[in-house]
Each structure stands twice: as C-alpha cells, then as structure tokens.
C-alpha cells in the first residue's frame, strides 16, 4: 500500500469521502491483477483509497471507497472468491515484479536492450537528439527582481 497526501481541497473535488479532509494521508493500496478488483471492475474503472492506517494488523477491517463510482469496499488480505472484497499485492508480490522487469535505460554487457534475465555489468544506453527545438523555460530574472540595481548591470 502506498500512503499518500490529500495536498489541497481541490485534488479531489468530486466523490472526496467524508473521512477525506485537506492535508489528510489515505492509503492508496496497489491492487491485484489477477483477483484483487470486485466483480465487474478492472484497473481502468477502479480506484480505490482507504483511511490512512499505520498499523498493519487493522489493514483486514478498513474500508474504503472507489473514487470513480463512490461505492465502499471492504480490504481482505486474503483473494475473495466471490471477488466482493478488494485485495492488495503483497509487498513480495510487488517486489517480485519489480525484480522482474527490464532495465530500459541500460544495455547489458553485450551490447544490447536489457531483458528481465540480463545479468552482468550494465552499460548507458545512447541517446541521439536529431534536432534540438528551444523550449523557452529560462527567463531574464531582472525583471522579477525589483530595485536590485544589480541585476540590471552585471559590472555592479
């Protein structure tokens, strides 16, 4: 599960739950592909958050709420054959699919794309900027600086 921040009332303007207040941390648990969404829904229509809760004992009585449709939820630690409850992945679940994925900004010691079986030294992979397109993100602070004389003349 991952704990997150309620950062301002407008993050969440429709179906915010009551519990839910500004500055407030809820849990957003990573749920399973295989048998962790209810019946009926899949991770494009479902997102579930929880209470904020540290102590991972109580994590079997929370209850939250699907943020697309605002219907509750009950957590189960264990898969729901009825699929009426949600169940999060385990944190070995989830760090064996992490173990699991290809290293995409490294080349492995041959020389080519890294795959999840790719063992060894790994190497940067190089990236060939065709043509460069100005984004205009620097500004002349002078502007913005007031009074500073400064920032006008550089030789002060």
């Known amino acids: ?29 990573l749920l399973s592909g295989v048998d962790g969404y209810p019946l009926g829904f ?14 991972r004992k109580k994590w079997n009585t929370l209850k939250g709420i699907n943020l697309l449709d ?5 957590i189960s630690m264990i898969p729901d054959p009825k699929q009426k409850k949600v169940f999060p992945d ?23 794309l890294c ?3 790719t063992e060894g030294l790994l190497g940067r992979a190089w990236i060939v900027a065709r043509s460069l397109i100005p984004v205009g993100k620097e500004t002349d602070r002078h502007w913005e600086q007031g009074e500073d004389p400064s920032m006008l003349d550089p030789k002060i």
């Open 1 to 29: 599960m991952m704990r997150m921040a309620m950062t301002s009332p407008n993050v969440l303007r429709n179906q915010r739950p009551d519990w839910l207040a500004p500055y407030n941390f809820f849990l957003f648990p």
């Open 42 to 55: 899949d991770k494009t229509n479902f997102k579930f958050i929880t209470p904020a809760e540290s102590d």
């Open 70 to 74: 605002g219907r509750t939820y009950q």
């Open 90 to 112: 385990s944190f070995q679940v989830i760090l064996n699919q992490y173990l699991g994925k290809a290293e995409v900004k490294s080349l492995g010691p041959d020389g080519k």
């Open 115 to 117: 795959t999840s079986e």
